[in-house]
């Protein structure tokens, strides 16, 4: 009998013993974290990153970027791919939140539906930096947004396409992920200045993916036979796939004018070849200002709510030029 409550004893030390030395995060890990301010360094950070997905260049650029510069830095970074589905997202914040992780960056698929994670978050004392896409979650549940203007992309786009086809026309459109910030933004802000002149006679979402886009647009040649004008296309990967079907239904470069986004080498070579006419930057390489806005809370520093990337329009006679250089 006495041997029995040895063991038990023994082990009830060992696992004491262990916790001690900080196996694996947890309290230990958050507290130790917050001892570091306001000296906390990157190399103090544990970072949690639970990407939306793997759907097109920009986010492959995008992930690329927080795991790269995460190396360079000494970050401890806690990442996961969601396949673009909200409740896999939800998923990993809550077992970075268990973790006791520093801060969280959530780059969300769609806008709505994160007020109780986030809350959740901020009751564990974690701040969540809004990566990318906005939310409609009160911005009192975060810390702070850092992410391209998706309205001013989208009038971007309309401005080229009212120069590329100032007599008018019939244009058709393929958004991006039906209620992602970037398709709800891009889409407003386009109808906001197109001109009155140009109808958009259909809509379709290729959730910004390459084998998504090209049944898109194969279906409209086949409802529009020759009516088509010009085609909005909320991202490169979805603009591959619409020219491929273009391709196989005979149609010319230049034949519709299309007016893209992202400014990936690929919608560059779109460019080169004669297919698109305007891409608009949207800046994925978003992993060194988080990092920074990150230490930031880490030590107690005020941050902006709102951080904006400054980004432009490409046009076909510099793509050949820059295409070298472009870093995604
Ligand atoms: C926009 C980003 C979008 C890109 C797409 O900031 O969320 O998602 O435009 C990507 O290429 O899939």
Known sequence: MFRKYKFAFVVMIVVLLLSACGGGGGAEEAAEAESCAPNCEFTDMTFCYPQLGAESDWRTANTASFKEVAGELGVRLIFSDAQQKQENQISAMRACIQQGVDVIGLPPVVEDGWEAVLQEAKDAGIPVIIVDRSVTADPSLYASHIGSDMYLEGQRAADEMNKLLPDGGKIVELSGTPGSGAAVGRADGFRANLNDNIEIIDSQTGNFTTAEGKPVMEAFLAKYEGEIDGAFIHNDNMAIGAVEAMKAAGVEPGDIKIVSVDGTRGGFQLMIDGWVQA?????????????????????????????????????PDEAADLLPSRKY
């Open 279 to 315: 891409d608009v930057e949207c800046n994925p390489l978003l992993g060194p200002q988080v990092y920074d806005m990150a230490l930031a809370l880490m030590n107690g520093e005020t941050i902006d709510a709102e951080v904006l990337t400054d980004e432009t329009v490409y046009y």
